[in-house]
Nanobody
Framework: QVQLVESGGGSVQAGGSLRLSCAAS????????MGWFRQASGKEREGVAG?????????ATSYADSVKGRFTISQDKNTVYLQMNSLKPEDTAMYYC????????????????WGQGTQVTVSS
């Protein structure tokens, strides 16, 4: 059983920064991909950022167009991070960490392990 626990969410003004962390119960490098997703109220969940492990894809990253240049995903042995800069009100959502044993791409997954989420609220 894999456990993923997100932290680092909170409330911030537009233009501010937050760093989300996802603590995994297993070595994150053993997964093919790790990703961050978000779901805003009344909207479908969307992929935000994903990373291939070095073992499976050389650490390559993918980002949704809406966050390119502002968000950065990274990982170490047991944690995946999402650095979020220049935050906008439209970034407000519940953010979820996910792990994939067999992903096709870091954003598409499929992902088979999910955390409980951490709320990010950006005010204008």
């Amino acid at each position: 059983q894999v456990q993923l626990v997100e932290s680092g969410g909170g409330s911030v003004q537009a233009g501010g920064s937050l760093r989300l962390s996802c603590a995994a119960s297993r070595d994150t490098y053993n997964f093919a991909c790790m990703g961050w997703f978000r779901q805003a109220s009344g909207k479908e969940r969307e992929g935000v950022a994903g990373i291939y492990s070095f073992r499976h894809g050389g650490g390559a990253t993918s980002y949704a167009d809406s966050v390119k240049g502002r968000f950065t995903i990274s990982q170490d042995k047991n944690t995946v991070y999402l650095q979020m800069n220049s935050l906008k009100p439209e970034d407000t959502a519940m953010y979820y960490c996910a792990a994939s044993s067999h992903c096709s791409t870091p954003l598409n997954g499929p992902y088979n392990y999910w955390g409980q989420g951490t709320q990010v609220t950006v005010s204008s």
